[in-house]
């Protein structure tokens, strides 16, 4: 049911977005293997060498080729970053479901959502963090593939009853999406920080979030 219903998130999220393995040419979006070979080279070096390694040059360097083929088929480096955080969301969510038991409570199906997704981007480096937490502002406010997802999940426990009506679910999952993200990144990016000190910090952020959601 939870895989489900993420799944639809993710669909809807990136649909609305338009953040799509499509490309640009004279206004019409296409899709084509060039398109994909820059997604995949562009994914490659961002989650290996960062962000900050992943430019325009560099992939057509890399692709031998003009930069024009880059800018017939995506907007700019913006929008490819955007494309390798869906990637990266995609394969968190993934695998932090694989930790889900349907059977469980909402609190505690959420709660094993939260704990594995942590589990995952500590065993990734911190380039692959970096893309987790990536987002975008737009007129409605901040965006982010994970948080959407939240949203969408208390969002429903609001429907079950199993999260009070007067809570603001994006408020709700903001709170989270930046603890659990913000601490798993400080383990991903520092050594000396150990694993449990941060789950239990991770773990007791998001208790008080959740102890204010409870009806």
């Given at each position: 049911?939870?895989?489900?219903?993420?799944?639809?998130?993710?669909?809807?999220?990136?649909?609305?977005?338009?953040?799509?393995?499509?490309a640009f040419s004279k206004g019409k979006r296409i899709e084509d293997e060039t398109s994909k070979r820059i997604v995949d080279l562009a994914v490659n070096i961002g989650c290996r060498e960062g962000a900050d390694a992943l430019t325009v040059t560099r992939l057509c360097r890399e692709l031998n080729c003009d930069r024009r083929v880059i800018y017939n088929r995506f907007r700019d480096i913006d929008e490819i970053n955007m494309i390798v955080a869906?990637?990266?969301?995609?394969?968190?969510?993934?695998?932090?479901?694989?930790?889900?038991?349907?059977?469980?409570?909402?609190?505690?199906?959420?709660?094993?959502?939260?704990?594995?997704?942590?589990?995952?981007?500590?065993?990734?480096?911190?380039?692959?963090?970096?893309?987790?937490?990536?987002?975008?502002?737009?007129?409605?406010?901040?965006?982010?593939?994970?948080?959407?997802?939240?949203?969408?999940?208390?969002?429903?426990?609001?429907?079950?009853?199993?999260?009070?009506?007067?809570?603001?679910?994006?408020?709700?999952?903001?709170?989270?999406?930046?603890?659990?993200?913000g601490i798993s990144g400080m383990l991903a990016a520092n050594t000396n920080y150990k694993y449990q000190d941060g789950l239990d910090t991770m773990l007791y952020g998001v208790g008080a979030v959740l102890a204010y959601m409870k009806p």
């Open positions: 049911m939870i895989d489900h219903f993420l799944s639809n998130i993710y669909k809807g999220f990136y649909e609305k977005n338009g953040v799509m393995n499509m869906q990637r990266c969301n995609e394969e968190l969510m993934a695998k932090a479901r694989e930790a889900v038991n349907p059977q469980l409570s909402f609190y505690d199906r959420l709660a094993a959502l939260l704990r594995a997704a942590f589990a995952y981007i500590y065993e990734k480096n911190a380039h692959f963090q970096h893309y987790t937490a990536l987002y975008k502002v737009t007129d409605e406010g901040v965006e982010n593939a994970v948080l959407q997802a939240l949203t969408e999940l208390i969002r429903e426990g609001k429907k079950t009853g199993d999260v009070r009506a007067e809570t603001d679910s994006n408020k709700a999952a903001a709170n989270i999406w930046i603890i659990t993200t």
